[in-house]
């Protein structure tokens, strides 16, 4: 089902300024669809952190699945998890020309059968109750513009998962980026901070609201490691007037680490694993 609107099968009302951000919010990922095409460069440059989010989103899904994932852009991730795992996919996002570069991407992976993309909106998710095994989001939640609009989403991926199946939230974390930037300015580099298009979670809250409707089974702070490599020792190797990038030798390197009790929580994403109750 394709849809040109944001506005299309919401069952919550929007206010102004939140369909502001949100049409603001489409659009850049409109135009980063089609600057892109089908990298996986159009949900983040950043190609080894979605590879990170990938292998541990991947760790905690079983084979003969039925998987829903839930903001998909261009499918890149999704096709990787369907060539790793034996499940069915059901796929969508809220923008058209990353649905449209999705299922041509498919077809060229040779996947066709184990994924069906369609456009939709997260804000009310256009599958029935109690459907799936498993529903995962990478970085879609914190594209959302109020913390009253994240509630309903996560409401939804609740809605739509059988009893006892488990939401695998991949998303960007305000507590962690608060502990990055102190160790930054201990370094003397300027903090970081959330693109314009963000909401990053606060855990607490995130986790308070989720009590009546989740088990936490176990929160992954799998990329601590990579953001202290990535974001703190790179920025001590740069030299006068260099730029820095994704792809070097230090984020190359501590990208392949895996996370240990000592890992600390510096890393701004993390994996909520939910079981539904």
Not at 30 to 54: C, H, P, Q, Y
Request: some cysteine; overall charge positive; hydrophobic content about 35%.
């Amino acid at each position: 089902m394709k849809s040109k609107k944001i506005e299309d099968h919401l069952n919550v009302k929007i206010t102004k300024e939140e369909m502001k951000k949100m049409k603001y919010n489409l659009s850049h990922w409109e135009n980063n669809a089609k600057k892109f095409g089908s990298s996986i460069k159009v949900s983040w440059g950043d190609e080894n952190m979605t590879r990170l989010e990938v292998v541990n989103i991947l760790k905690y899904i079983s084979n003969n699945s039925l998987v829903l994932d839930a903001g998909c852009s261009n499918g890149a991730s999704t096709i990787e998890i369907a060539r790793s795992a034996d499940v069915k996919i059901k796929a969508f996002d809220y923008s058209p020309k990353a649905i449209e570069i999705a299922e041509k991407k498919q077809i060229r992976k040779k996947v066709q059968q184990k994924i069906t993309f369609y456009c939709g909106n997260i804000l009310n998710i256009l599958e029935k109750d109690k459907t799936f095994d498993v529903a995962y989001t990478i970085r879609v939640i914190i594209n959302l513009p109020s913390w009253r609009l994240q509630k309903q989403s996560i409401l939804e991926v609740h809605r739509i998962l059988k009893r006892g199946g488990v939401y695998l939230m991949s998303e960007a974390f305000s507590g962690s980026l608060k502990k990055l930037n102190a160790l930054r300015v201990l370094g003397g580099m300027v903090p970081l901070a959330s693109h314009g298009f963000n909401l990053y979670i606060k855990e607490e809250q995130l986790e308070k609201f989720i009590k009546p409707y989740f088990d936490i089974v176990a929160i992954k702070k799998f990329s601590s490691i990579y953001y202290i490599a990535s974001r703190f020792l790179r920025y001590l190797t740069l030299k006068p007037g260099e730029k820095d990038s994704y792809d070097n030798e230090i984020n190359n390197l501590f990208s392949k680490y895996s996370e240990t009790e000592n890992s600390g929580d510096f890393g701004l994403q993390k994996l909520y694993v939910l079981k539904k109750k």
